[in-house]
Every structure is written in structure tokens, then in C-alpha cells.
């Protein structure tokens, strides 16, 4: 195996471990903690490569499905149906979402970052408010007081977090992990 891809299965390892981490530090509200899963979620979305952050996100979603307790409420298929399910499947898609507007657009600012970054919170809320809703039978007022506005100013935090790391970090783990390699 060479270097690159030693590189890129460390990143990918790593990214699923800071994931798994940002489970634990959180601020416990029900029905939804606040935790750090979005941003390094995130953070994995705006600077590595898209096979990259997917992977890692799966990699992730994948080890907890299968019962490792790395999710806010444990681990296992119970953990992905129960409420906070569909914030956890919404974020498969949200860094699918900013790999290709990244990859579309390589005029990389800390603005644009930062509305990528907007983008993939979107990404996440939507199964994550709909999920929250449907299986708690919620109203959409109550989805929304109880899933969303708690989570807002510590969202937007994140997504000014990430895009910083990124928009710092673009250039230099780009060149590391594609090294000798076409992406």
C-alpha cells in the first residue's frame, strides 16, 4: 500500500473517531442534545476530498448501526430509528452536499465555505426535523421548538468553526492526501 493511501484510510479513520468523540461532548436537551457530531461532520465536509468524507461518515453511521455505542443514545438499528435518527442519516447526505459544491466551484473563500457549510446544516435538519417529528408525533411547532431554534446559535458557531478550519487547512491536506493521485 503506498503512502496516499495509508493517508487516506488514516483520514478516513480519524474522521469517524472525531465523529464517534463529538457524540460524547454534548449538552443534553431533550429530545436532541447539542453535541459536536455536525461540526467535525462538517469540518470533514469542507476540506477533505468527497470519497473521503463520505466514507468517513459512513464508516461512522455503519459502526454504530452494528451496535457500537458511538451515537448520543447508544448504538445499534435503535439508535437510527429513534428520534435523533434522522439527524444521524442526514448527515451522510450533507457531506455528499458540500463534496460537490466544492467540487463544482474551486474558487475557495471563507464565504463560500461558509455557505456550503449552511447548506449541509440544511442537509442534516431536513431528516432530522421530519424523523424527530414523526416518530415523537410532534406538531410542526413543537418539531420545530424542540428539534431546530435550540439549536441555532451553536449551529451557526459550527458552521463559522468549520469553515475557518477549512478555509486555513484547504490547501494543505488537499496536497497531503492527493499526492501522485488524480481526484
Known amino acids: 500500500m503506498n503512502r496516499t493511501k495509508i493517508l487516506k484510510?488514516?483520514?478516513i479513520a480519524l474522521f469517524a473517531a472525531l465523529i464517534a468523540v463529538g457524540a460524547f461532548i454534548k449538552i443534553p436537551l431533550p429530545p436532541v442534545p447539542?453535541?459536536?457530531q455536525t461540526l467535525f461532520t462538517l469540518i470533514a465536509g469542507l476540506l477533505l476530498p468527497l470519497s473521503i468524507s463520505t466514507a468517513s461518515v459512513f464508516v461512522y453511521l455503519f459502526l454504530g448501526a452494528i451496535g457500537l455505542p458511538i451515537f448520543t443514545s447508544g448504538g445499534g438499528i435503535a439508535a437510527l430509528t429513534g428520534p435523533t435518527g434522522g439527524y444521524l442519516i442526514g448527515l451522510?447526505?450533507?457531506v455528499i452536499v458540500a463534496g460537490l459544491m466544492l467540487k463544482k466551484n474551486k474558487k475557495y473563500s471563507f464565504i463560500y465555505y461558509l455557505i456550503v457549510s449552511i447548506v449541509a446544516t440544511v442537509?442534516?435538519?431536513i431528516p432530522g426535523l421530519f424523523w424527530l417529528g414523526y416518530s415523537r408525533h410532534l406538531t410542526l411547532a413543537q418539531t420545530l421548538a424542540g428539534g431546530l431554534t435550540p439549536f441555532i446559535v451553536g449551529d451557526v458557531l459550527k458552521m463559522?468553526?468549520?469553515s475557518l478550519v477549512a478555509f486555513k487547512l484547504r490547501d494543505y491536506v488537499g496536497k497531503l492526501l492527493s499526492e501522485n493521485e488524480e481526484e
Do not use: E, G, K
Open 9 to 11: 484510510t488514516v483520514t
Open 34 to 36: 447539542i453535541t459536536l
Open 92 to 94: 451522510l447526505p450533507a
Open 123 to 125: 442537509v442534516i435538519y
Open 160 to 162: 463559522i468553526v468549520s
